[in-house]
């Protein structure tokens, strides 16, 4: 009696459809769990009236605010470095702003003072809402060595903490934003291609510095390993 009870009760569940169905969710929670937005460089020097300004680069600002609500993780970069840093002009005399020269960790572009840390130029951009970000990685923080990538300085021996952090949290899919498309977003998308990661690059929301055909040569090396440019 009381199996028949029983199997009356039970047959009106769906247990394969149920299951079926939580596992779905499950998988998409889990695949949404491991996506992170990677704000890169959204800091003053960056944004209009900056040292180093990118054009456009405020118009994007409301955009990764609208992106930052739907990622479970957020995760913001910062161009940080000493005065008389290896990658400024300033630092050579002799030299021009925008020339190349040869050092240990290879060639070196050289910029106009930017990104001091602890100056106003290095601090994000006020209209950044950073209430979602976990985490910050400062990168080119070595007085002799710049690092464009946020995972791997130019030496690409000295690693950020953020391989590690990603790591640790099985954070496995990447989407970049941010400044500048083809200097620390299109390095730090293809150290993140070479570390194994799923990387895509929102292009809407990122703007380049584009010198002397630096956009489109960034993009070809995206494209080579990987990176997903949507
Ligand atoms: C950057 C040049 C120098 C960047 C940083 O964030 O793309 N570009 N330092
Ligand atoms: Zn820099």
Redesign the pocket.
């Known amino acids: 009696m009381l199996k028949e009870r029983l199997a009356y009760k039970y047959a009106n569940y769906d247990y394969t459809r149920m299951i079926d169905s939580a596992q779905k969710l499950l998988a998409s929670t889990t695949h949404h769990q491991r996506q992170v937005l990677l704000i890169?460089?959204v800091q003053n020097d960056?944004c209009a009236g900056g040292a180093?300004a990118v054009p456009g680069a405020n118009a994007i600002v409301p955009l990764i605010n609208q992106f930052s609500a739907h990622f479970a993780h957020v995760i913001c970069t910062q161009?940080w470095h000493c005065p008389g840093h290896i990658?400024f002009a300033s630092s050579h005399p002799g030299k021009k702003l925008y020339e190349t020269i040869e050092t240990q960790s290879g060639a070196q572009m050289l910029?106009p003072d930017?990104?001091v840390a602890n100056t106003h130029g290095a601090e994000f951009d006020g209209q950044l809402d950073r209430a979602r970000c976990e985490f910050v990685v400062r990168k080119?923080t070595h007085k002799n060595l710049?690092s464009?990538s946020a995972f791997l300085e130019n030496d690409k021996i000295t690693q950020t903490e953020l391989h590690v952090y990603l790591q640790q949290r099985e954070l496995t899919s990447l989407f970049l934003v941010g400044?500048?498309t083809d200097?620390?977003?299109a390095f730090t998308a293809i150290d993140a291609r070479k570390l194994g990661y799923q990387t895509t690059l929102l292009q809407s929301a990122c703007r380049a510095?584009d010198m002397n055909g630096s956009l489109e040569r960034a993009c070809e090396r995206m494209d080579k390993v990987g990176v997903s440019r949507q």
Do not use: P, Q, T
Request: charged letters at 15%.
């Open positions: 890169i460089d960056f180093l161009d990658s910029w930017h990104c080119g710049d464009y400044l500048a200097y620390c977003v510095i």
